[in-house]
């Protein structure tokens, strides 16, 4: 199989700016083009959006209003790791031979109609992802005796780390304390324990071995994809402290990449919520089952920044459809050397995870140069 990297990218200010989603999905796409001099609108043989907007037809519209007449036009929504569903598209069609160059684009506004889970019965009215992730921190602290204080630790480290992010939803940082006396919302959940839902565009640019040396010196690899869906609704994990499809999907990824945790030098995680990453550490390898929090305290008070050096799904903001394109984005950025001052030391090799529902579906991808 011919290899399949990424050769450009655009991405926008994560905000709470209230242009139409056309709008968005067209900056990111101009910011890439921009970063591509060497790229013609009719070297794209498809265009492929990723939003969770009821907006119809995106894909041509983006397509025509940027003067690209794709082979292939189609949008991808899968909630909140619509982006990474949207790259693995584009690799297989590249893969296969069915395209040699791919735009990605993914934008999402605030009131994105995603924010809400109108189609799991299970959950009774609690439709909105808080009810779940209130869930799962009530699990998590039970069976491994965390504190909140303990979990207030993860929105503190990323919104700092998010500061040296110029595209940041968040523009302050927060102590322990703000955390702890930030607005509850349920028992177990408080304000500025939540990513928040923003306007975001992110658009990358994917291509075949021979097509990326067109537009680029410094082409990351994909080396690495794994995915696993284990139902909609939430209720039927298996566990509520545990992430099973992140587990199945890093398994594929690093089988496929011919890696193990251990290699990662950069990895940005799904953290909607205060309790998703040390959760997703565990359930990826970095930690054992249980421990994910001795290692995100060990981060923070380290300064490493590793995880989520642009300040995750918390500190950067959450624009659902484009939040999977804007992690892989920062992880090419790692892998180029050039994420300036959050930059993490002789990054070679990265990851992404990405996660939709309550852990119900989840990607993994592995980069490299």
């Known amino acids: 199989m011919s290899k399949v990297g990424i050769a450009s990218y655009g991405i926008t200010k994560f905000s709470k700016d209230d242009s139409k989603i056309e709008s968005v999905l067209l900056k990111s796409t101009k910011k890439l083009f921009d970063n591509s001099p060497n790229l013609s609108r009719n070297d794209i ?29 189609h949008s991808i929504e899968s909630l909140c790791n619509s982006g990474t569903n ?37 959950r009774g009215e609690f439709k909105h992802p808080i009810f779940w992730a209130s869930i799962f921190t009530k699990a998590y602290k039970r069976e491994f005796s965390v504190t909140d204080e303990e979990l207030a630790i993860v929105p503190v480290k990323n919104h ?15 102590s322990l304390e703000d955390v702890i006396n930030s607005k509850k919302l349920t028992d177990d959940l408080r304000l500025l324990d939540c990513s928040r839902p923003c306007t975001g565009g992110a658009s990358i640019l994917l291509a075949s ?31 509520f402290s545990s992430m099973e499809s992140t587990q199945i999907a890093a398994s594929t990824a690093f089988k496929m990449s011919k ?22 550490l565990e359930s990826l390898g970095f930690a054992d089952k249980g421990t994910g929090m001795n290692m995100v305290k060990e981060l923070y008070t380290t300064n490493n920044s590793k ?3 642009r ?48 852990a119900t579906s989840s990607t993994v991808l592995v980069l490299e140069k």
Not at 50 to 66: D, G, P, R, V
Not at 259 to 280: G, K, L, R, Y
Not at 326 to 351: F, H, P, W, Y
């Open 160 to 174: 700092k780390q998010s500061q040296n992010n110029p595209n940041a939803f968040s523009d302050k940082t927060y």
């Open 259 to 280: 890696h193990n945790v251990n290699d990662i030098d950069v990895a940005e995680v799904h953290d909607a919520f205060s309790v998703c990453e040390p959760m997703a």
């Open 45 to 73: 043989d498809a265009v492929l959006v990723s939003t969770n907007n009821n907006s119809k037809y995106l894909s041509a519209i983006l397509s025509e209003m940027s003067g690209i007449e794709p082979k292939i036009a």
């Open 209 to 239: 071995e021979n097509a990326c040396k067109k537009f680029t010196d410094e082409p990351v690899w994909i080396t690495g994809i794994g995915q696993k869906t284990t139902s909609a609704g939430f209720t039927k994990n298996m566990a």
């Open 86 to 122: 949207a790259i693995v598209s584009a690799y297989s069609y590249i893969a296969s031979g069915l395209a040699d160059v791919v735009l990605v684009s993914g934008a999402e506004r605030y009131d994105s109609p995603g924010q809400i889970l109108e189609w799991d019965n299970s």
């Open 307 to 309: 995880i989520n050096p």
């Open 311 to 358: 300040g995750g799904l918390i500190g950067a903001g959450h624009p659902l459809g484009a939040t999977g394109i804007a992690q892989t984005i920062e992880i090419m950025k790692q892998l180029q050397s050039c994420a300036n001052k959050r930059q993490v030391d002789n990054a070679k090799i990265g990851l992404i995870h990405n996660m939709s529902a309550a």
